[in-house]
């Protein structure tokens, strides 16, 4: 017996299935990711961390890539907008991210990250004009509260306070990167496994270049302390996270493929207590859960155009 009008809501059922495993399983590895580069910025500095990350994960997403024969850019405008998205996304933002996690716990660092939908809501309504309705509207008030609420009790403690510019300064960076991704006309023509390997390797050579003017490479010891974690943020957290943010915005408008930034507090926080034993205060907890209820009224919301 068929059902009139079943035949078309399945695939869309599976489609949008398919959509949320891979927001969980790129929360899963970035929350865990908080934990990890907090570990190996033991042996090592921040901006050479997310160098060597760069340097680690690049080759392997490149290598799956040649594999698959995926074609490289063949026009300026492709290549430009890999340069751009890769600067906003995994240079620019992954760089402040680590600047960040040094200073601040992982779960607080993880809940600031939070924020990164509310930045990509209001940039995509001004490049791209993708307008919340009302309920998206009350979803970025909810949520820039709790961001104030997560930042206060660390406002004037010195390096936590720089530790949550950094934060913020990689969520916004990274919001802009979302929007190019649906913006930029040269980014939507090539494949996301491409785009995502050639935006690693160009942060990897921009990073390293600028880790000699910032940081002294000496201060990096290369141990199993670093490289056991340098292998976890290179490969499941950078390269396969990323080709898995690239593809959930192939599938959804850049406010709700932001949407994955509101399940990465949980597991940061989730992973930063079980394996540091870190705990966040009342108010960084309740202006954390503001954030994540902002974020999640907002990714429900239906764009007006």
């Given amino acids: 017996m068929t059902i009139p009008g079943d035949s078309g809501a399945r695939p869309q059922q599976i489609s949008n299935a398919i959509t949320v495993s891979l927001v969980v399983l790129t929360a899963l590895f970035i929350g865990l990711n908080y934990t990890v580069m907090k570990w190996a910025l033991d042996h090592t500095t921040p901006l050479a961390l997310a160098a060597l990350r760069t340097t680690v994960g690049a080759p392997v997403l490149l290598a799956v890539a040649m594999a698959r024969r995926e074609r490289f850019p063949r026009t300026r405008e492709q290549w430009w907008a890999v340069w751009w998205i890769s600067l906003a996304i995994t240079t620019v933002s992954s760089g402040f991210l680590v600047l960040g996690i040094s200073r601040l716990s992982p779960g607080l660092a993880a809940m600031l990250s939070a ?148 399940l990465t507090p949980f597991f940061g926080v989730l992973f930063s207590w079980v394996l540091v034993g870190d705990r966040l205060g009342r108010v960084e907890m309740v202006g954390g859960l503001l954030v994540i209820v902002g974020v999640a009224v907002l990714s429900s919301d239906r764009k007006e155009t």
């Fill in 115 to 262: 924020t990164m939908p509310l930045f990509t809501a209001m940039i995509a309504m001004l490049v791209i004009a993708e307008l919340p309705g009302r309920r998206g509207y009350i979803g970025l008030v909810v949520g820039l509260f709790g961001a104030i609420c997560l930042a206060l009790p660390a406002l004037g403690s010195g390096n936590t306070t720089l530790g949550i510019i950094f934060a913020l300064i990689s969520s916004v960076s990274w919001a802009i990167g979302a929007v190019l991704n649906k913006r930029l006309p040269g980014a939507l023509a090539i494949s996301p496994l491409m785009l995502v390997a050639l935006q690693i390797s160009f942060s990897a050579v921009c990073l390293h270049a600028a880790v000699p003017f910032l940081e002294d490479w000496s201060d990096t010891s290369l141990n199993w302390g670093l490289i056991l974690p340098l292998l976890y943020a290179g490969i499941p957290s950078l390269a396969v996270t990323f080709y898995l943010f690239a593809s959930v915005l192939r599938r959804a408008p850049a406010i709700q493929g932001a949407a994955v930034a509101y």
